[in-house]
Each structure stands twice: as C-alpha cells, then as structure tokens.
T-cell receptor, first 113, second 118 residues
C-alpha cells in the first residue's frame, strides 16, 4: 500500500529564511511524487513533480525538491521564504501512471514578517 | 483556459437532507476525480472516472453517496441523506488521462465545495 508521512504539522519561519518541508513515502517501486500548495479557501496548486531522471526537481515560485530513494524522502525546499508562501503544503504519491494520489496530512507554513 | 470549476463554493444544510455538488473539468480532460478533504487532513479519493466509467470507487460510501459523469464531461456528486460527519471540503480534479506519458496524469484541482451539515 502507498502512504505519505509529513511529520511536521506546523512550521513557522521568518521571511527571508530558508525552508525545508519533510515528506516520507511508502511504496515498493519508484513512485511518482508531487508537492501541492493550498491557500485558504482555495484548491490545490501543483508546485512540482518527480517522475524519473534527475532527482533534484525545480518547481514554480522558487521551490525545489529532492528525491532520495535510500531515505524514501521527497523534501521540499526554498532558499528564501516570502510572506506570500504562507499556506498549507501537501506531499502526494502515486504508484502508477494512472490511479489515485495518496496525500500526506499536510504542513501548515506560517511566515513571520 | 478555464480551470476546473466547482459549484457551489459553500453549502450549509441540515442533517438528513440531500445535497449535490457539480464539477466541470478542464476541456479535453478524460479523467475526473472527486476527493474528500476533512479539516486538518490531506485529500482522500472518493471516486475516479475515465470518461464515463467509474474505474475506482472503492472509497465511496455507496449507502449514501452517489456520483455520475454523463457524456464523460461534467460530473455530479450527491449525498443523501447527509450526516454531521460529512462536513468537509469536496474537491474535484481532472487530468488528461489515458495511457502513456505520466505527464498526462497531472491533476488540476478546483477550488472545492465546503459543506457544513448542521
């Protein structure tokens, strides 16, 4: 079975500081991995995705994530956080080209001015 | 290009009443998903359609929930009767679908319908 763990429910950072959101997945083969962002009252917006190839993937809004097979992780990073990055972030996994996404419970990001 | 459109955005109903949600996916997208998002949780799949066919509905509580996707475009999700525990956000998503490149499976989400059952 596929599953995703986001160990941090809530993270607070100062504007301009670096950010890393953790994500661990459970899946037997190479998964398809995603990070989504959700602002209050909004749907989910795709930040980036990993299917294969280079394990460091670049996304929108200056985000990047690194796939580490040995650690079953796909952590999201940003070198300098902006106040507008405050939102909820979801990591998701899919085990095949078709099929459902399995989401983590999300990490709420608060940005101090 | 318009994204995934859901209506209504908000709905408040009394328990035991019926309720329906509507979703219009991105034009040309064959795959349509309905997800349930409880407060403080990530979305969970209720049902997935490939064109008109429901290919994954194992998580849909069929005693009270039903869904349809006539003509393989718009979709409606219904709850009858609603219970207090159904209060949540109902998200619709769509993707190109089909076999082949995983790029076709990127899911685009609507803004959701927030249901409150009182």
């Amino acid at each position: 079975a596929q599953s995703v763990t986001q160990p941090d429910i809530h993270i607070t950072v100062s504007e301009g500081a670096s950010l890393e959101l953790r994500c661990n997945y459970s899946y037997g083969a190479t998964p398809y991995l995603f990070w989504y962002v959700q602002s209050p009252g909004q749907g989910l917006q795709l930040l980036l995705k990993y299917f294969s190839g280079d394990t460091l993937v670049q996304g929108i809004k200056g985000f990047e994530a690194e796939f580490k097979r040995s650690q079953s992780s796909f952590n999201l990073r940003k070198p300098s956080v902006h106040w507008s990055d405050a939102a909820e972030y979801f990591c998701a996994v899919r085990g095949s080209t078709l099929g459902r996404l399995y989401f983590g419970r999300g990490t709420q990001l608060t940005v101090w001015p | 290009e318009a994204g995934v459109v859901q209506s209504p955005r908000y709905k408040i109903i009394e328990k035991k009443q019926p309720v329906a949600f509507w979703c219009n996916p991105i034009s040309g997208h064959n795959t349509l998903y309905w997800y349930l998002q409880n407060l403080g949780q990530g979305p969970e799949l209720l049902i997935r359609y490939e064109n008109e066919e429901a290919v994954d509905d194992s998580q849909l509580p069929k005693d009270r929930f039903s869904a349809e996707r006539l003509k393989g475009v718009d979709s409606t999700l219904k709850i009858q009767p609603a219970e207090l525990g159904d209060s949540a956000v109902y998200l619709c998503a769509s993707s190109l679908g089909g076999t082949g490149s995983p790029m076709n499976t990127e899911a685009f989400f609507g803004q959701g319908t927030r249901l409150t059952v009182v």
